[in-house]
């Protein structure tokens, strides 16, 4: 009993100093943990402390260290020092970081070079973090901080790299294409293994056929019949042209296939203003809406719409979100020179990216929470990045970009169809089933 007393009291008496020495220093430093770094901006701000209660602590403790120059510049970020913090972040790169640390600094100086609109720069940044420190492409693709960055062509340029990969940029943004692309078209590798196991039994038979033919040729006793070697020889070489041609044709359909999805990934990452004022990415009404996206002048854009008004209870009844992008409307926004990305109201809308998004999006009361706030039609926030995704998709379908255009989307977030022109809202009612038909179940 005495011993154990005795120790109670030894640990009272640590306690005791150490709340004393707290006091006494007050030594508090803001600390964002290295894996929340690149996120903490696309979050709500988070500041997280780290107060020490040690009896040892000495100078060294305050000296700069990558991480706590990661901190500082991202500190200095959300206050709009812009220039200050990219000197924290250069800082940071130059006191031997670790690999996490160097990623978070290269993502943040390409998001200071983003809102000063140095594109060019910012996307070297990317690039090297994408490279050598396995960044991954979503994270660029789902941050408002760089939503400005994502209306620029080095963002097309550093998109298409990424696409396709190479030791410049990387090979993980182009795997996590082609693992969709693998559940999209399952079958793909199956043909490519027949394309390959016939063209080699082809090159085979070839081998052995073309001594034959040349006996044949030469003529005298014992040579094969000249047609019938000839016509193997033939059928041969035929097949292996038609397997190669089927080879590559395959993989130029992959390619586009690539294409396609990445531009469909980028399509879901675009936000929305709802008709009560918050901000969704697209990505967060599949299932629940059929967005159709109308893009042209005003004056078309607007007629449009007056028309769909006709429908306006069919259309709903069939899940249709109108997504009006008038052209050259986000080269007229002017961007505050407050913060960054997104305004506040806006960027608190908007969810967090990782796991409790997902489950926030899959959870049954956010989805139907999200239905009562939806309405007939939307507002497009960063309106230059849907243009620029709109003028994209024009040039995959050969249209002119700058022309007048709609695109109609499935309820799983997929291209369903498009067309020059403003779309036929009679034929739309007709052709789209109701929400609770099962065609739209099968559609999800």
Request: charged share 25%; glycine share 6%.
């Amino acid at each position: 009993m005495e011993i154990r007393n005795l120790a109670m009291a030894v640990v009272a008496v640590q306690q005791f100093l150490c709340f004393t020495d707290l006091n006494w220093r007050n030594i508090t430093r803001p600390c964002i943990p290295p894996h929340c770094a690149i996120l903490l901006r696309s979050q709500k701000r988070v500041k997280y402390s780290v107060i020490s209660c040690s009896s040892s602590q000495t100078p060294e403790a305050d000296t700069q260290t990558a991480e706590s120059c990661v901190n500082l510049g991202l500190e200095l970020f959300s206050k709009g020092r812009v220039k200050d913090a990219l000197t924290q972040f250069d800082t940071a790169l130059s006191l031997n970081p670790n690999p996490v640390e160097a990623q978070a600094a290269f993502y943040n100086k390409a998001c200071c070079h983003a809102y000063r609109g140095e594109g060019k720069k910012a996307a070297d940044c990317l690039r090297t973090a994408l490279r050598e420190y396995n960044l991954k492409f979503g994270t660029i693709l789902n941050d408002p901080d760089l939503a400005s960055f994502r209306a620029l062509p080095e963002f097309k340029e550093l998109q298409e790299e990424a696409r396709l990969g190479g030791e410049d940029i990387g090979y993980s943004f182009r795997r996590d294409l082609k693992l969709i692309s693998e559940v999209q078209a399952p079958f793909r590798g199956v043909r490519r293994f027949f394309y390959v196991a016939l063209t080699a039994a082809a090159g085979i038979s070839l081998f052995f056929t073309v001594p034959r033919l040349i006996r044949a040729i030469n003529g005298g006793d014992g040579a094969p019949d000249l047609l019938a070697t000839a016509g193997n020889a033939a059928i041969n070489i035929g097949g292996i042209v038609v397997l190669v041609a089927l080879f590559f044709w395959d993989n130029k359909k992959e390619e586009e296939q690539l294409a396609q999805i990445s531009r469909d990934e980028t399509l879901s990452r675009l936000p929305l203003r709802l008709s009560t004022n918050r901000v969704v990415e697209l990505v967060q009404l599949r299932d629940t809406v059929r967005p159709v996206i109308i893009a042209g002048k005003k004056e078309t854009v607007s007629s449009a719409i007056q028309r769909a008004e006709r429908f306006r209870t069919e259309l709903l009844r069939r899940g249709v979100l109108l997504v009006p992008v008038i052209w050259g409307e986000g080269r007229e926004t002017k961007i505050e020179k407050k913060g960054f990305g997104l305004q506040p109201k806006a960027a608190e809308a908007l969810p967090s990216i990782g796991e409790d998004f997902e489950k926030r999006a899959q959870s049954i009361t956010a989805k139907s929470k999200l239905k009562s706030e939806i309405r007939f039609k939307a507002e497009v926030v960063s309106p230059a990045e849907w243009e620029r995704w709109i003028r994209d998709q024009q040039k995959s379908e050969g249209v002119s970009p700058g022309e007048d255009v709609y695109i109609l989307l499935r309820l799983d977030g997929r291209v369903r169809r498009s067309g020059k022109g403003m779309p036929d809202w009679q034929q739309i009612v007709k052709e789209l089933p109701p929400m609770e038909a099962f065609l739209s179940k099968l559609e999800r």
